[in-house]
């Protein structure tokens, strides 16, 4: 399943639906110079590429709303042969507007010239402002230019609007393609974090670790990794963005690896944590078993009508059991969760919307409460223990880090878990890792 032109063009129809009236101008990221005439790998912006559907760098969208009705126009990069001989080929104004479903389409280079004549007699502009600094230079001067112009009876733009968040909220309910597609990105990450637990039995460091996983994004046709990937090994775990990835593996420690992979520009984000020699030793089960259980606990909670934040109270009531059992904590488990001791032990949050982005946008409060969850709602549940060494906790837990991370979708009554494949209970990963 892939997105077509017409899903993006559905998508511009709601947004000028909503926004009745004005010029919405957005633009994808630059390109990221990394050295020299090299560039970082390109990755456009969410919010443009939801709209539109394009990859390629140096690309405007602008929409003339009125009414709720929008008139398209797309700036990109010309038809060009000798850059197209160097760095690929471009679409091109006249193929976009077939290719793309837009009205009208022109060079980026005619976005000065031809800026001015969008904005006359209109009130509202609506952009990301503050994110694209070239862009707004270009708005500004093309508000001056028609402002210079008011003595021949027109009028200037004089409200500046963020248009994210209305962007944003449609970016929170994913539709039925852009499920499929997650389903995708997870089980591809699945494959990976599978793969990574049998590599270990031949891996030295972790970067090796790393190799197997990028190995099998690429093969199976990911764009790329959704995040830098985190190969923790042994107390490395501890380190909740640890990605040096380079220390030598000791087998009888744990690894944590949390590792997801993007297609077709939706990530997936996925945690897994294994004992490097394929048996969990006892002190590794009983702390690997509490996140176990607050994981599943936590998954139960989430349904439409469920607030964000259940979730996570519920993963902490969970462990802080678990804390209190181990003696790790001490006093009642209200007393626990109140004085915030377990943090010691877990000082993230249990999840996160999960999207175009690892960290997807929408609000997760409204009205300054927790947000509702509603059916399309895609998450993260992901969470963790992690003991440092210290006088206070027993030896045979001291630099155990654990982190047990999957991604899910609301659904009518519940939750689907869209990277089931990822083996996770004790059995499940013993057995895989001593076939
Ligand atoms: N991989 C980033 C996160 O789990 O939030
Ligand atoms: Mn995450
Ligand atoms: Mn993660």
Known sequence: MALIEQDFKLRRTKLARQLKKGVLVIATAPQQIRNADTHFNYRWDSNFHY?????????????????????????????????????????????????????????????????????????????????????????????????SMVRQGVSAPFQLVDVRSAIHEMRLIKDQVEIEIMRQAAHIAALAHNRAMLAIKNAHYEYEIEAELLHEFKKQG?????????????????????????????????????AGCEWQGYASDITRTFPMNGQFSEAQKLLYQIVLNAQLEAIKVIKPGAQFNDYHHCAVRVLVEGLIDLKLCQGSVDGVIESGDYRRFYMHRTGHWLGRDVHDVGEYTHNGHSRTLEEGMVMTVEPGLYVRADASVPEAFHGIGIRIEDDVVVTGNGVEVLTHEAYKTIDEIESWMNQ
């Open 51 to 147: 709209l539109t559907g394009f990859r390629e760098p140096n690309a405007v969208l602008l929409m003339v709303i009125d009414n709720g009705e929008a008139k398209t126009v797309l700036f990109c990069q010309p038809k060009d042969k000798e850059k197209e001989i160097w760095d690929g080929i471009r679409l091109g104004p006249e193929a976009a507007i077939e290719q793309l479903s837009v009205d009208e389409a022109y060079s980026i280079d005619e976005l000065n010239e031809k800026l001015p004549s969008y904005l006359i007699n209109q009130s509202t502009v609506y952009s990301t402002w503050g994110e694209r600094t070239a862009l707004e230079e270009s708005i500004f001067k093309a508000i001056n230019q028609v402002k």
């Open 222 to 258: 990911a764009d790329a990794p959704a995040y830098p990937s985190i190969v923790a090994a042994g107390s490395n775990a501890t380190i909740l963005h640890y990605i040096e990835n380079q220390a030598y593996l000791n087998k009888q420690q744990l690894m944590l690896i949390d």
